[in-house]
């Protein structure tokens, strides 16, 4: 508390680097028809910086970025290339618990792929819990269960 540590903090540097963005997978939807579509989103999204692979899948629309980017800058990017883009908008539809539910399932998806939407999944866990209760009531554990019969 003395006068070298009043001056100290005069002295003292702060850092002004930025923290390094966490490794991402961002998959975006990208209607592409050839072969030069698909090369124009390759090479606009590969010259970003902290990108370190590019996958395109032509049949299914989309394309997978991973690397240390943000999603809204690989978003602009591609949609900088002329190209109708949006973020990838369906699961694979064995991790839906209703996956017919209205706006989940689409037709344009690709096979074995639904619309993330909340509908789709399941509301609660108090919905199992009351189906638990009325097949404890007659089952052979229950003794009162003759009597509901």
Known sequence: MGALDYLSNFCIVT???????????????????????????????????????????????????????????????????????????????????YPYASGAYDKRAPSGYVRNVVQALPASNAAPAAEENIVSLFSDDNVNACSLM
């Open 15 to 97: 850092s002004t680097r930025s923290k390094r963005k966490p490794m991402q997978t961002v998959e975006i939807k990208v209607k592409m028809d050839c072969d030069g579509c698909e090369r124009r989103v390759k090479n606009a999204v590969t010259s970003m910086k902290g990108v370190k692979s590019v996958e395109v899948n032509r049949k299914q629309h989309r394309v997978t970025v991973s690397g240390y980017v943000e999603p809204n800058k690989v978003l602009k990017r591609v949609k900088s290339t002329g190209k109708r883009a949006e973020f990838w908008p369906y699961i694979p539809q064995h991790l839906v618990y």
